[in-house]
Protein backbone atom coordinates (compact mmCIF):
# COMPACT_ATOMS: atom_id res chain seq x y z
CA UNK A 1 0.00 0.00 0.00
CA UNK A 2 0.99 3.52 -0.71
CA UNK A 3 3.05 5.05 2.32
CA UNK A 4 1.55 8.40 1.53
CA UNK A 5 -2.36 6.59 1.59
CA UNK A 6 -1.43 5.42 5.23
CA UNK A 7 -0.02 8.53 6.31
CA UNK A 8 -3.44 10.00 5.34
CA UNK A 9 -5.73 7.71 6.86
CA UNK A 10 -4.08 7.95 10.20
CA UNK A 11 -3.99 11.72 10.11
CA UNK A 12 -7.68 11.47 9.61
CA UNK A 13 -8.51 9.37 11.78
CA UNK A 14 -6.66 10.71 14.43
CA UNK A 15 -8.23 14.13 13.56
CA UNK A 16 -11.86 11.94 14.36
CA UNK A 17 -10.81 10.74 17.64
CA UNK A 18 -9.60 13.97 18.60
CA UNK A 19 -13.02 15.19 17.79
CA UNK A 20 -14.86 12.06 20.31
CA UNK A 21 -16.03 10.42 18.02
CA UNK A 22 -16.19 6.44 17.88
CA UNK A 23 -14.53 3.63 15.36
CA UNK A 24 -17.97 3.09 13.94
CA UNK A 25 -18.15 6.64 12.96
CA UNK A 26 -14.80 7.32 12.09
CA UNK A 27 -14.97 3.52 10.20
CA UNK A 28 -17.67 5.48 8.36
CA UNK A 29 -16.39 8.50 7.65
CA UNK A 30 -12.57 7.24 6.17
CA UNK A 31 -14.63 4.87 3.93
CA UNK A 32 -16.60 7.56 2.94
CA UNK A 33 -13.44 9.40 1.55
CA UNK A 34 -12.13 6.10 -0.17
CA UNK A 35 -9.56 4.42 1.68
CA UNK A 36 -9.78 0.62 1.09
CA UNK A 37 -11.73 -1.21 4.20
CA UNK A 38 -8.10 -3.28 4.99
CA UNK A 39 -6.79 0.35 5.56
CA UNK A 40 -9.01 1.34 7.79
CA UNK A 41 -9.45 -1.60 9.77
CA UNK A 42 -5.64 -1.72 10.54
CA UNK A 43 -5.64 2.08 11.41
CA UNK A 44 -8.76 1.70 14.31
CA UNK A 45 -7.05 -1.05 15.70
CA UNK A 46 -3.40 0.71 15.70
CA UNK A 47 -5.72 3.95 17.39
CA UNK A 48 -6.99 1.22 19.93
CA UNK A 49 -4.11 0.16 20.59
CA UNK A 50 -2.58 3.34 21.25
CA UNK A 51 -5.29 3.95 23.36
CA UNK A 52 -4.17 1.64 25.83
CA UNK A 53 -0.86 2.22 25.83
CA UNK A 54 -1.45 5.45 27.01
CA UNK A 55 -3.90 4.19 29.82
CA UNK A 56 -1.58 2.26 31.18
CA UNK A 57 1.64 5.24 30.93
CA UNK A 58 -0.84 7.18 33.06
CA UNK A 59 -1.91 4.47 35.14
CA UNK A 60 1.85 3.54 36.43
CA UNK A 61 2.69 6.24 38.86
CA UNK A 62 -0.69 5.12 40.59
CA UNK A 63 0.78 1.74 40.80
CA UNK A 64 4.14 2.84 41.93
CA UNK A 65 2.66 5.03 44.54
CA UNK A 66 0.59 1.84 46.04
CA UNK A 67 3.66 -0.09 46.07
CA UNK A 68 5.43 3.17 47.96
CA UNK A 69 2.75 2.75 50.38
CA UNK A 70 3.28 -1.07 51.21
CA UNK A 71 6.58 -0.65 51.36
CA UNK A 72 6.62 2.16 53.50
CA UNK A 73 4.32 0.41 56.18
CA UNK A 74 6.82 -2.65 56.06
CA UNK A 75 9.34 -0.26 56.81
CA UNK A 76 7.25 1.67 59.68
CA UNK A 77 6.73 -1.89 61.12
CA UNK A 78 10.97 -2.78 61.16
CA UNK A 79 11.84 0.71 62.81
CA UNK A 80 8.83 0.74 65.38
CA UNK A 81 10.41 -2.87 66.19
CA UNK A 82 13.82 -1.62 66.39
CA UNK A 83 12.73 1.35 68.36
CA UNK A 84 10.32 -0.29 71.30
CA UNK A 85 11.51 -4.70 71.00
CA UNK A 86 9.27 -6.68 72.03
CA UNK A 87 6.01 -4.08 70.95
CA UNK A 88 5.54 -4.40 67.20
CA UNK A 89 3.51 -1.55 65.90
CA UNK A 90 2.43 -2.84 62.56
CA UNK A 91 1.17 0.28 60.25
CA UNK A 92 -1.97 -1.80 58.76
CA UNK A 93 -3.69 0.18 56.94
CA UNK A 94 -0.86 2.24 55.17
CA UNK A 95 0.08 -1.34 54.63
CA UNK A 96 -3.24 -2.54 53.14
CA UNK A 97 -4.14 0.60 51.54
CA UNK A 98 -0.50 0.67 49.61
CA UNK A 99 -1.54 -2.97 48.30
CA UNK A 100 -4.85 -2.42 47.85
CA UNK A 101 -4.31 0.61 45.47
CA UNK A 102 -0.80 -1.02 43.71
CA UNK A 103 -3.57 -4.54 43.05
CA UNK A 104 -6.43 -2.25 41.46
CA UNK A 105 -4.24 0.32 39.32
CA UNK A 106 -2.35 -2.94 38.16
CA UNK A 107 -5.66 -4.42 36.83
CA UNK A 108 -6.49 -1.52 35.04
Known amino acids: MDEELKRKA??????LKRAGLDNEV????LEKQGFP?????TVLQ???IQQRREIVEEQKPFYYSG???????VLLAVISYLIFPGIVII?????ITGIIFALVNRAK
Open 10 to 15: YLEGMK
Open 26 to 29: IYAR
Open 37 to 41: DELIK
Open 46 to 48: NMS
Open 67 to 73: LIKAGLG
Open 91 to 95: PVGLI
